[in-house]
């Protein structure tokens, strides 16, 4: 049997780069999944995206449709990128026809066996 959801828990993320010192409220999108085999069993989750409370409010704010579907799909969208292919520094995830989106940094944050695995730490939502 295998099971998967994903989960938006509250929490805070620490910036520690020079020009986002600090913490701030955020909701992370974590992929949770478990797996039963005869007598053994492996529950897994992992952050996919944390999203800052100012983010989601200046998405709510600057975007076009400002419904908690689009929000939602918005959300998605960021959390659905191939952490693989993630690199330190900054980013941009375009959300509308227009070019507005998520803009973050790349961030480390440990794993269950103490790894260092990138997260998307998405700080504001711009227009174009």
């Known amino acids: 049997m295998r099971w998967s959801s994903a989960?938006?828990?509250?929490?805070?993320?620490?910036?520690?780069?020079?020009?986002w010192d600090g913490e701030?409220?955020?909701?992370?999108?974590?992929?949770?999944?478990?797996s039963i085999t005869r007598n053994r069993f492996n529950l897994r989750?992992?952050?996919?995206?944390?999203?800052s409370m100012h983010a989601?409010?200046?998405?709510?704010?600057?975007?076009q449709d400002g419904s908690d579907a689009a929000l939602l799909h918005d959300m998605n969208l960021a959390a659905s990128?191939?952490?693989?292919t993630l690199s330190d520094g900054g980013f941009k995830v375009v959300?509308?026809?227009?070019?507005?989106?998520?803009?973050g940094r790349v961030v480390r944050m440990s794993?269950?066996?103490?790894?260092?695995?990138?997260?998307?730490?998405?700080r504001t939502w711009m227009p174009s």
């Open 95 to 103: 959300t509308d026809e227009e070019g507005g989106g998520w803009r």
């Open 56 to 63: 989601v409010a200046r998405r709510l704010q600057r975007a």
């Open 24 to 34: 701030e409220p955020d909701l992370a999108l974590t992929e949770i999944s478990l």
């Open 7 to 19: 989960a938006s828990p509250a929490g805070r993320t620490q910036f520690l780069e020079a020009d």
């Open 81 to 84: 990128i191939d952490h693989s």
């Open 111 to 122: 794993s269950n066996n103490g790894e260092p695995l990138p997260v998307l730490a998405i």
């Open 45 to 51: 989750s992992q952050i996919l995206c944390t999203f």
